[in-house]
């Protein structure tokens, strides 16, 4: 063993060498102003040929440097967001209190799994936990939950305590060749898909009911289609309800869907399904929960109050909801993975506790504080407790709502500015998100006639090709010409979730995320629009 070559290894490596360490992130600081004067998009052409053939390593030992240099051009390389300019999608910038967080987080990696690997870090995750669950489910005793690696798996959580609410014991003798099935909207996440497939009741046993033109949950249809499962005897793990839906925000109406579940459930004397909701996107709306209308401290503009009044009343619905996933890593600003599942009353993770025998080497575990005897991972990161709790105590609740109410706004301005254009038709002008989805067609066009005839039933099918088709050829024509330095960046959905007549409708997207955005970018959009022909 060469003792000196292991020392210098242990002086670079593994004593926190603040100097070289803050320098490098100096370094890294400064690119990121740099960006931030160039247009949003592609600061650096990517190089995927070499990136499998070549993936070179060093063979000696070198230094901190070393280790900037082997990330630098894909660092640079990458969008951060960082510009008011993209509306593409749920994706946006980080805030910054997030990111003392995160750094803190980083410095002691801390591992979730059990509280003798993490110590208080396992107290930062209940706070974070306990503090959403106050924001969501409002009046609640007895919440609890964990950080997850996304949406996706939080998700899976709910779908796995519904299996095990109407097949006991499916995590040790498996589904037995049982048909069980899961309910969402034809406007939810795919990622409804992925758990119903992972979980092993399979992709087609997931019923999506139809919605309506707001992308909210039909309730008629769930009615009807819970009766007919249950007449069939069939089994329902789970209904995921969605708040918010990705692309138009649809919110499924949560009073009327736990009335429905368990009438009919009981009807048939079946347990209720695991009753979740999918608020990924849509709980920063329950940021709203207490604001005052008639006083409006933050002068959100006067024509969106009903609306605001309106999601007050939805949100009320997640006070008889079972769980809810929350992505603080999306309307929170908060970095990935920063996602979490929260469950309304602890209760419910029993259907996911793992006997101790089955994890010998935490012999100590005490299921309160040692979530790696109910989770799915097992090493599981600190970084969205120390993500959320940074941002929600730098930023505040008033400073939530203030950026919420703005992307409000701001998607309220470009609605009112494209519902004025009569080639242009805006299909989700009464939600309340950050997003705005919208047709385009050429001038000359009446959109909203022939939205109304598809709704109807009374154009053909050629025809409603052909218009989609102009669509997406005029956003194709928008995207060439676009100045990437002033014009807005938007992106093109293939269905937004509502289906008239079992058809998906196509739609331009523009997503509020980035608080810096101003009118005058949306000016810009609906200039593009009018210059198109
Ligand atoms: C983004 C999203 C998901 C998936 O979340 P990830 O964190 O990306 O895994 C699930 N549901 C909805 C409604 C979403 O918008």
């Known amino acids: 063993m060469n003792s000196e070559q292991l020392q210098r290894l242990i002086d670079t490596f593994f004593k926190c060498p603040k100097e070289s360490l803050v320098e490098i992130f100096r370094e890294l600081l400064g690119m990121v102003e740099a960006e931030n004067v160039l247009p949003p998009g592609g600061l650096m052409s990517r190089n995927y040929e070499t990136a499998q053939a070549n993936p070179e390593i060093h063979s000696l030992p070198g230094n901190l440097k070393d280790a900037r ?10 969008d951060g967001w960082n510009s008011p300019l993209h509306l593409e999608n749920v994706k946006g910038p980080t805030n910054y209190a997030s990111m003392v967080g995160a750094l803190a987080c980083l410095l002691k990696n801390p591992n979730l799994c059990v509280d003798t690997y993490c110590l208080r870090s396992n107290e930062l995750e209940v706070k974070a936990i306990t503090a959403l669950a106050n924001l969501i ?6 919440p609890w939950g964990v950080f997850t690696m996304g949406g996706t798996i939080s998700n899976l959580y709910a779908g796995k305590i519904g299996i095990e609410k109407v097949c006991p014991g499916a995590m040790q003798k498996g589904l037995t060749g049982q048909r069980i099935v899961g309910i969402v909207s034809e406007a939810a996440h795919y990622s409804n898909k992925t758990l119903a497939g992972w979980l092993g009741i399979g992709t087609d046993q997931l019923i999506a009911i139809e919605t309506d033109a707001q992308c909210s949950m039909r309730i008629d249809r769930l009615e009807q289609r819970l009766d007919e499962l249950y007449r069939e005897g069939v089994p329902v793990a789970f209904v995921i309800a969605t708040f918010g839906t990705t692309d138009a925000y649809g919110v499924d109406d949560l009073e009327a869907i736990h009335r429905v579940i368990h009438e009919i459930a009981a009807r048939y004397d079946r347990p209720a399904p695991h009753l979740h909701v999918d608020a990924a996107i849509g709980w920063t709306g329950c940021f709203f929960s207490e604001y005052d209308l008639s006083k409006n401290p933050l002068q959100i503009r006067e024509s969106l109050l009903p609306r605001v009044e309106k999601l007050q009343s939805l949100a009320r619905g997640f006070r008889l909801v079972d769980s809810v996933t929350i992505d603080f890593h999306k309307m929170g600003w908060g970095h990935y993975p920063s996602s979490a599942f929260i469950v309304n009353r602890r209760e419910e993770l029993t259907y996911l506790l793992r006997e101790k025998q089955e994890v010998p080497y935490f012999s100590e575990a005490d299921y309160r504080h040692d979530p790696a005897l109910f989770t799915l991972e097992c090493s599981r990161p600190a970084l969205g407790p120390y993500c959320v709790m940074a941002s929600l105590n730098g930023i505040g609740l008033q400073g939530y709502q203030l950026l919420v109410a703005r992307a409000m706004e701001l998607a309220d301005y470009l609605k009112q500015r494209l519902e004025s254009l009569d080639n242009c038709m805006v299909l989700n002008i009464d939600n309340l998100g950050p997003q705005v989805v919208f047709w385009v067609l050429p001038k000359g066009r009446d959109a909203k006639q022939i939205y109304q005839a598809i709704l109807d039933g009374t154009i053909k099918q050629d025809a409603t090709d052909r218009y989609f088709s102009e669509m997406k050829r005029l956003f194709d024509k928008r995207q060439q010409a676009i100045d990437p ?11 937004i979730g509502f289906r008239p007549g079992g058809r998906g409708l196509p739609a331009w997207k523009a997503v509020f995320f980035h608080p810096g955005t101003s009118e005058a970018d949306v000016d810009r959009i609906v200039a593009s629009i009018e210059d198109l022909v």
């Open 69 to 78: 240099d082997a990330v630098l051009p894909f660092f640079w390389g990458t």
């Open 137 to 142: 489910f409002y009046h609640t005793d007895t």
């Open 485 to 495: 330095k002033v014009d807005a960046r938007l992106s093109y959905t293939n269905s």
